[in-house]
């Protein structure tokens, strides 16, 4: 088996794990059994179990990254959409006793996303957008955490709507303070 055959096998096992049992139930002995391949093996390719979520997560933001910009409400039900994708393993890292792996993602997430469209609407204004971003990034993590406690049902052409029209809103008289 390749080096990159056995980093997508750990990968793929360990969301497979995830999706059935929570992050507390799992440890590289497990993983390393339900892959087939020794400590040595996993450990060439990670330093532990929160390293592999971390490329996990790092793979979906290169995703996301990748794509165009469209609107604020549509790049949030994106980013509601991917962490959909895995509400089994969201919940369960969200649950366990450090969720903070979950809350660095949050922040890639939300920074990226806030960044781009705020510096697009200021037409590269001269002037600090840097306090406006943060505004708008905890509205944004707020919101996703609120998503999270309630369950995270569904996203919907509905999602992201409150954000969307809180931003696009407020943002105009921002810029022109700057």
């Not at 996303?113 to 001269?126: C, D, E, M, Q, T």
Request: some cysteine.
């Amino acid at each position: 088996m390749t080096n990159e055959n056995t980093y997508e096998l750990i990968l793929s096992t360990f969301i497979e794990m995830l999706e059935k049992e929570s992050l507390e139930k799992i440890n590289v002995k497990k993983l390393c059994e339900a892959c087939g391949i020794n400590r040595n093996t996993f450990y060439y390719h990670f330093e532990d179990l929160m390293d592999v979520l971390d490329h996990i997560f790092r793979r979906e933001i290169r995703l996301i990254l990748s794509e165009p910009l469209t609107s604020i409400q549509e790049e949030y039900r994106l980013r509601a959409s991917m962490l959909f994708k895995y509400k089994k393993i969201i919940l369960h890292i969200y649950r366990s006793k450090d969720p903070g792996i979950l809350y660095k993602y949050l922040d890639t997430v939300t920074v990226d996303l806030v960044h781009k469209y705020v510096a697009a609407a200021s037409g590269n204004k001269a002037g600090n957008i840097d306090d406006i971003c943060h505004m708008y990034e905890l509205t944004l993590k707020g919101l996703l955490l609120d998503w999270l406690k309630s369950g995270m049902p569904e996203p919907n052409e509905k999602s992201g709507e409150k954000f969307a029209s809180f931003f696009e809103a407020s943002l105009p008289a921002l810029i022109d303070n700057l």
